[in-house]
């Protein structure tokens, strides 16, 4: 059963995100979505501890100067 926890950020420069402790990023989750169109699935690289730092390092490819960005994704929960 996945966890509640979504990320949801509302993005301008910023394309790092770190999960928090005993949470896994569920890979090919993460959607992208430029000015409410359309999500495009873009896989973060995943670094850290325990490879919680998602980083999305080609985002900026895809908007202009104040174009909004969300970025969704979906997390489980690890057993301790």
């Keep these: ?25 569920d890979s090919g989750s993460a959607q992208v979505s430029v000015n409410g169109a359309t999500a495009t699935r873009v896989d973060p690289t995943q670094s850290g501890a325990g490879d919680r730092t998602l980083t999305w390092t080609d985002l900026g490819t895809l ?18």
């Design 1 to 25: 059963r996945r966890g509640a926890f979504t990320g949801v950020e509302q993005l301008g420069d910023i394309d790092v995100d770190t999960l928090p402790v005993g949470w896994a990023y």
């Design 63 to 80: 908007t202009a100067r104040g174009q909004t960005i969300v970025v969704t994704f979906t997390a489980t929960p690890q057993a301790s």
